[in-house]
């Protein structure tokens, strides 16, 4: 996954504050949504978000 998707997939849970609601609007999973972020957190080597399951802070 490219940068810019997983970005655009964080500014979307930040703006949802709900994985599963930003998982239904990019037609993915919310395990891949995890992911994506997950995966620019370490890719730019910080936390982005404290989220319990499935929720975004």
């Known amino acids: 996954m ?4 997983a970005l655009r997939i964080f500014l979307l ?4 504050r709900n ?9 993915m ?4 949504v995890t992911r994506a972020i997950a995966a620019l957190e ?3 080597g910080v936390q ?5 399951r499935g929720r975004f802070r």
């Open 13 to 16: 849970a930040a703006e949802k």
């Open 2 to 5: 490219n940068d810019y998707k």
């Open 48 to 52: 982005l978000s404290s989220a319990p």
């Open 29 to 32: 999973t919310p395990a891949a």
């Open 42 to 44: 370490t890719d730019l």
């Open 19 to 27: 994985f599963a609601q930003v998982a239904r609007e990019l037609d």
